[in-house]
């Protein structure tokens, strides 16, 4: 199995341009669709070695074969074989040089190549923290889209092309990963799947002495002493010897009566005990974000739901721009979206074809994606968004110069303050939680070294459609909107008065299956004193 492992990990060396070392591959399906082309080639290659390997087998399985013929007829009759000088002349032959030819064909090593490769090209392969980053955005879905960890292990997700499970062993590195993290909910969830499978009769190299480990202590520090002492007893039972297991049982059962004695101390009996202990929920880690169940919620499309009343008001419509010369003839396709704050759908805006050209041109620079940091006004990486940005200029492309053109001409908007079109591709379960695109007051100079002013205004395409997951949620007011490729939405982010809207706090949900790619425009505030001219009331 180990010799497996290496050769599958051979490489080319024209597989990987220099470029994509260490690029965090898991923050972008887009970059990760090369690593599939990469394993196809190392999939080609470990053949070639194979069939070399084979070819060599097969010249020493033809020699044996022939010497064995041959020694069987010379040993029934030593010496009238070699009364034959043609026989004796042929033995001092082979044993001479005929062997010592098949002993350097034995000891020719056919992976030289193949290794020479591996260590020039390793750099170019994703590293721990690819492999991290991929298992955490498998137990951010799972939290997030309410998934247990069977459905999950049996690959059965919604809208899936290509059905695959996870093993044994590939829950028990998940369970690895979420414990080196100190989560310790997640641990428990995927050492038990791993041994539920295992006592299924899954074969892995995996064994339960090893995953009873984990699950004992994961248990044991979410306050389940009983069942820690239950898992702790099943270890010893498969290796009475085990040192660490037979050092927590004695500290569990010391633990246990110290807890009794404090119980009873307060009247309390042994099934009350047990009682509370059983009663004690076990939940993920808290976190930072106040509105996760909402945000959670939302990204099922279990929000809330509109009023008849306030749908009423919603409606689809042809629009031209406010009668704009460009599409007075022919209008586009819009729709309402939600009411306070106004989200407008625009529908067929963009064409498969600028998408492609738009994608063309963003991956190569694809980086991973930033945001703001009100601490030390910078720019850095963040594990709430998972996701790789490019930025594009109008004047690298008439598609994009044509692109920005047109939302000018639906938004009424003056673009040539706004910031370049921004293109993001998601990554494994990426994302972008709860967030403001405009910088609010304890902010003062977020956009400053721009000198356009604040965000007035997001403009968003939809440049793929998403199998599951991946909706654009405001959890503030319970919308959800879901992508739809060549659709884009638009909402102000300020009031008319220049106040923030903080209504249009907005998340972008982690993709469950498939592949987001976006691209979106920040319009500012400079230029548009006269397109969307200030109001005397701060909310209007």
Excluded at 21 to 47: C, P, R, W, Y
């Amino acid at each position: 199995m180990a010799c497996i492992k290496v050769w599958c990990s051979l490489v080319l060396s024209f597989l990987l341009p220099h470029s994509y070392a260490h690029m965090d591959f898991f923050t972008s399906i887009g970059h990760m669709t090369d690593l599939i082309n990469t394993e196809k080639d190392l999939v080609t290659s470990l053949k070639d070695y194979i069939k070399a390997e084979e070819t060599k087998l097969e010249q020493i399985k033809q020699w044996a074969e022939k010497l064995d013929q041959l020694t069987d007829t010379a040993t029934k009759d030593p010496e009238g074989f070699l009364g034959h000088p043609v026989n004796a002349f042929k033995l001092m032959k082979r044993l001479n040089t005929e062997w010592g030819e098949l002993e350097n064909l034995v000891l020719k090593d056919m992976s030289d190549g193949f290794i020479s490769n591996m260590t020039i090209q390793r750099q170019y392969f994703p590293n721990d923290e690819d492999q991290a980053g991929a298992a955490k955005a498998l137990l951010r879905l799972q939290d997030t889209y309410n998934l247990d960890t069977d459905t999950l292990s049996k690959g059965n997700l919604p809208g899936v092309k290509h059905k695959s499970v996870l093993t044994a062993e590939d829950c028990f590195e998940l369970g690895k990963i979420a414990y080196t993290e100190a989560d310790y909910y997640h641990t428990e969830l995927w050492m038990e799947q791993a041994l539920k499978q295992l006592d299924d009769g899954e074969v892995s190299t995996v064994d339960k002495v090893s995953i009873l480990d984990y699950l004992s202590y994961a248990v044991y520090q979410q306050g389940d002493l009983n069942k820690a002492m239950t898992l702790t007893k099943r270890l010893l039972e498969l290796d009475p010897e085990h040192q660490r297991a037979n050092g927590n049982l004695k500290y569990f059962e010391y633990i246990m009566s110290k807890e009794k004695e404090a119980n009873k101390t307060a009247t309390k009996t042994d099934s009350q005990i047990d009682k509370e202990t059983k009663a004690k929920k076990k939940e993920p880690n808290k976190d930072y974000l106040p509105e996760r169940q909402k945000y959670e919620m939302l990204c099922r499309g279990e929000g809330l739901k509109m009023t008849p009343r306030r749908e009423k008001k919603l409606f689809c419509r042809y629009y031209d721009g406010n009668q704009n010369p460009r599409y007075i003839l022919g209008p586009v396709k819009q729709e309402d979206e939600w009411d306070k704050p106004r989200i407008v759908r625009f529908i067929e805006i963009i064409s498969d074809e600028e998408i492609e050209t738009v994608k063309e041109l963003a991956k190569p620079r694809l980086s991973r994606a930033t945001v703001h940091d009100p601490q030390t006004g910078k720019l850095t990486t963040a594990h709430y968004r998972v996701s790789k940005s490019a930025w594009l200029s109008g004047y690298e492309s008439p598609v994009v110069s044509r692109i920005n053109m047109r939302i000018q001409d639906l938004t009424g908007l003056d673009v040539s303050t706004a910031e370049e079109l921004q293109v993001a591709n998601y990554g494994v379960g990426g994302q972008y939680e709860p967030h403001f695109d405009f910088a609010r007051k304890d902010e003062p100079d977020a956009f400053k070294e721009l000198g356009t002013g604040n965000r007035i205004a997001t403009w968003l395409f939809y440049m793929s459609d998403v199998s599951a997951g991946g909706a654009t949620v405001f959890p503030e007011v319970g919308a959800s909107v879901w992508p739809k490729k060549g659709t884009a939405v638009f909402w102000y982010n300020l009031f008319p008065s220049g106040e923030g809207d903080y209504s249009t706090r907005h998340a972008a949900c982690p993709v469950l299956v498939g592949n987001k790619w976006v691209s979106n425009k920040w319009i500012h505030e400079r230029g548009q004193e006269f397109r969307r001219p200030c109001t005397l009331s701060e909310l209007e």
